[in-house]
């Protein structure tokens, strides 16, 4: 008897070669494994799911996934997934980016892409630094944190992703970590189902890069930061302030009903035929 295949080996290209491209420790490969399960969990056939990203690591995502894919330019994977919706609303499409490209010179696009509620999922892989072009600063490198660009520490604030994107407008906004990989999923799995801007940030680890440059050891020690620096959303009513203090706070933020760009503008392209036919 042949043994039996993987499931999640249907959704990778068989002909890629692999072990992936990401540096021992990173948290995308674990991302994209959450993704996959969620694509299964929604038996959507991989004819109609686009995956676009811009440039940086996590870009490289969708090279090994057996979806339609895009790999467009620095920022716009957003500005490339929202032309793909509007060209054919039945896709389902999501945009996978890292912190830097999402919110440097993507943050003007991911902001209106909330502000629309475009029908497109946003998995955002936080590592708290550019990894691929040697460990710059990025908008959520935290006060104080070295990296090759500030080399005597972080002296910006840093973006809270998920209070921008819910203060933008997006129907589902959450937290997650690739320590907490069942959590991730079931997030991952609820923006898929949203109507509407979903947005999941994914908490991830760089040894190579930021966790190099902090002195926070190698990839085991940094997953345990995120075990033991986050707590659930749920936790916080059982939890003293001085408790929940310096805590990074995993969960679903934003989960609500709002009628999607998309939408909108089908009813506008029908209101505009009636106009015009009433004028015949």
């Avoid at 068989?14 to 674990?30: E, L, T």
């Avoid at 500005?79 to 389902?92: E, H, R, S, Y």
Wanted: net charge positive; hydrophobic share 40%; glycine share 10%.
């Amino acid at each position: 008897m042949s043994a039996t295949i993987p499931y999640e080996y249907k959704y990778l290209r068989a002909k890629k070669r692999f072990p992936h491209v990401w540096c021992p420790g990173c948290g995308i490969g674990i991302v994209m494994g959450s993704i996959i399960r969620a694509v299964d969990a929604m038996g959507w056939e991989k004819d109609d799911i686009v995956m676009v990203s811009g440039i940086g690591c996590t870009s490289r995502m969708p090279v090994y996934v057996d979806f339609n894919t895009l790999h467009a330019t620095h920022g716009r994977g957003l500005a490339f997934g929202t032309g793909v919706k509007m060209a054919n609303p039945d896709l389902n499409v999501m945009a996978v980016m890292g912190d830097g490209d999402s919110l440097a010179i993507g943050g003007n696009h991911i902001i209106h892409a909330a502000r629309r509620n475009i029908d497109i999922t946003a998995v955002i892989v936080n590592n708290n630094n550019y990894g691929m072009t040697g460990g710059q600063f990025s908008p959520t490198t935290p006060p104080g944190a070295k990296t090759s660009t500030t080399p005597y520490g972080m002296i910006e604030p840093g973006f809270d992703v998920c209070r921008l994107m819910d203060g933008a407008g997006a129907s589902f906004v959450a937290r997650g970590t690739v320590y907490h990989v069942t959590e991730l999923d079931n997030m991952i799995l609820k923006a898929f189902m949203k109507k509407g801007f979903s947005v999941v940030e994914a908490l991830a680890p760089c040894p190579t890069n930021f966790g190099r440059a902090n002195r926070l050891g190698g990839p085991v020690e940094m997953m345990k930061l995120l075990k033991d620096n986050t707590i659930n959303i749920s936790q916080l009513k059982t939890m003293k302030p001085d408790e929940t203090k310096d805590k990074i706070v995993r969960g679903i933020f934003v989960d609500r009903d709002s009628i999607s760009y998309g939408d909108r503008y089908l009813a506008l392209c029908e209101k505009a035929k009636k106009t015009a036919e009433a004028k015949k």
